[in-house]
């Protein structure tokens, strides 16, 4: 796990930027998977994945083509149509008036509803009925009855409404499909992120080469304002690289010799020199498209249930044709009317709302979860968090920055002062890869001091350092040192087991200390606030001693901490919440912590891209942010919510619409025709899909 670029706050990005503009014309490449789709270009319940785009680009089209032809022929046929005239009190002596309309009303039949009779071939010959079977029913019933009174059956023809039922379907269809490409856009904006070249360094030379050419290990030059076309680590030059397209971080990053870029990250205003380490497939930005993928492609419980109420509603949409039929003819009502319910009852209950109604909140949910940083491995697993009533933090790095840095200086001798021992002591520390003396020395470059050289380093096991420099013998050591060689020193100010104390001494003479802690993170504060504030327990889990637990666990007002956890014991930790019921959520850092994830009903890992795969995790959060905890539960919640409501929605719709189409208030002059229930269907739909895309504006 590397911490270097995580000293930042994090604000999940909100904004897409330009990108999304230049998108609309950019096709997908790379990612073509042919859209498993019936050829009716219905999108399949629930696979709304990055689908070969392009095609589903032509279906669009082509919905879109046979919507306004049927539109223009429709109009005549509506005109025509006696029914029409006698509720507007209009007539038209057209000669052939009836053969005109069957003929307009054939094209619109064949062309228009080409895809929904394809469509219902097709689910009839998976034995799977759903959509398209209602539609190419009702508009099958419509064309054949309308024709048989064309050629003699007595009755009036309803033209009209096969042709508006169709007009209107299209539409729907069309609104839909595109509802649906906009939600798998976040995707594609992932994808796009990539350049196409880069700039290879050969000889001294620079070539343009393609971006597949690339190979571990070749060295490559980015030009300020450019996008980095790899994952790789900086040999030469300074920059600062815009990552909030793949982390959300909006503050861009500084990056030197030595760090890791990410490819897709935008370059800033330096040059940079990277060496190449992972290309293509084992990207950081191809893993989170990976992942993304997986995520939108898992089913859910909730889309689960979606697939069977659709499957139930056809049965009982076709039953309760059927069955309208049979009653109305019994009744004494003559064929006209009795076929006439028929339809409008098959052309009612043709769900689309239905079918939309989960998988567009699961792409959009995915997607937009991808923009804020939280990347969704296991679809039940986010559904799920809106159960969680206990989240057990990781103290290192999750609610803590991971790294010590100083909290004081103390001076004892009056002849030195604060920045003179913190020189000398870096002259020592320089030589060491110890975290005391990583913080001495990021301090001192904060401070702008230069760092003398020093001779003669010498590491104490266990104690510290010594080293000489500019000729003084400068030991920097800790309190056991002091112990074992008595050294007189005043009390420490620091807080004991808190902080990490070091002594400086200079010819052996104590001059003063430098304390450090691990300093928590400014969002911690606030995230914890966001679950208490939703009735959702806290608990810190940490390596650490009892008092650097209590400390952190004070500060932020957490409901209780468990110190000196070793990493195995945090599995067990873990099954003893569950044990009294709890909906226990993990976060950590993933490494050691992967058997308590996988334990965990919710495991969250936290840490920055690279480890992306942190197999045992049902979510990763890439900025290891523990507000992102707060919104990724608060998410999953609104999430579900607007699943249920869908589902609510889109099958509530027909209990009312059902029985009306089938004339149970007949007798009270209440109907609803053909056309009215398609529009009432499509507006259905409609709603459904407003109601996903709000869902964008719930994340915080």
Known sequence: MNHEHHHHNHHPRTEKGQATERLEEQALHGHEQAMHSDTSGHPPHGDHGVHGHDHHRMMIEDFKKRFWVSLVLSVPVIVLSPMVQHILGFSLDIPYSMYIAFILSSVIYFYGGWPFLTGLAEEVKKAAPGMMTLIGVAITVAYLYSTAIVFGLQGMDFFWELATLIVIMLLGHWIEMKSVLGASKALELLVSMMPAEAMLLRDGETVKVRIEELQKGDLILVKPGEK??????????????????????????????????????????????????????????????????????????????????????????????????????????????????????????CPHALGLAVPLVVAISTAVSANNGLLIRNRTAFENSRKITTVIFDKTGTLTQGSHEIASLVVFDKAMDEREMLRLAAGVEQNSEHFIAQSILRRAKDESIT???????????????EGTVEGKDVKVVGPNYIREFNIPVPASQAEEGVETVVYVLVEDKPVGYIAMRDQIREESAGAIRVLKENGIKNLLLTGDN???????????????????????????????????????????????????????????????????????????????????????????????????????????????????????????????????????????????????????????
């Open 228 to 349: 980095v076309p790899a994952d790789g680590v900086v040999e030469d030059g300074e920059s600062h690289l815009n990552e909030s397209m793949l982390t959300g971080e909006s503050k861009p990053v500084k990056k030197s010799k030595g760090e890791k870029v990410i490819g897709g990250s935008i370059n800033g205003n330096g040059a940079l020199r990277v060496r190449v380490e992972f290309t293509g497939k084992e990207s950081y930005l191809n893993k989170v498209i990976n992942l993304v993928q997986e995520a939108q492609k898992t089913k859910s419980e909730t889309q689960r249930l979606a697939d069977r109420a659709a499957k139930w509603l056809t049965y009982v949409a076709l039953t309760a044709g059927f069955g309208t039929f049979a009653v109305w003819l019994i009744l004494g009502q003559d064929l006209a009317f009795a076929l006439e319910r028929m339809v409008t009852v098959m052309v009612i209950s």
């Open 451 to 465: 760092v003398p050289a020093s001779q003669a380093f010498n590491y104490l096991p266990g104690k510290g350092l």
């Open 546 to 700: 009892e008092r650097v637990a209590k400390s952190v666990s004070d500060q932020l007002q957490m409901d209780g901490f468990l110190a000196n956890v070793l990493p195995h014991q945090k599995q067990e930790k873990v099954k003893e919440l569950q044990a009294k019921g709890e909906f226990v959520a993990m976060t950590g850092d993933g490494v050691n912590d992967a058997p308590a994830l996988a334990q965990a009903d919710v495991g969250i890992a936290v840490g920055s891209g690279t480890d992306v795969a942190a197999e045992t995790a049902d979510i990763i959060l890439v900025n290891s942010n523990p507000r992102d905890i707060a919104s990724l539960i608060l998410f999953g919640k609104a999430t579900y919510r607007k699943m249920i409501q869908n589902l609510i929605w889109a099958t509530g719709y027909n209990v009312i619409a059902l029985p009306l189409a089938a004339g149970v208030l007949y007798h009270q002059g209440i109907m609803v025709s053909p056309a009215v229930g398609a529009a009432l269907m499509s507006l259905s739909t409609v709603i459904v899909a407003i109601n996903a895309q709000l869902l964008r504006r719930e994340i915080k």
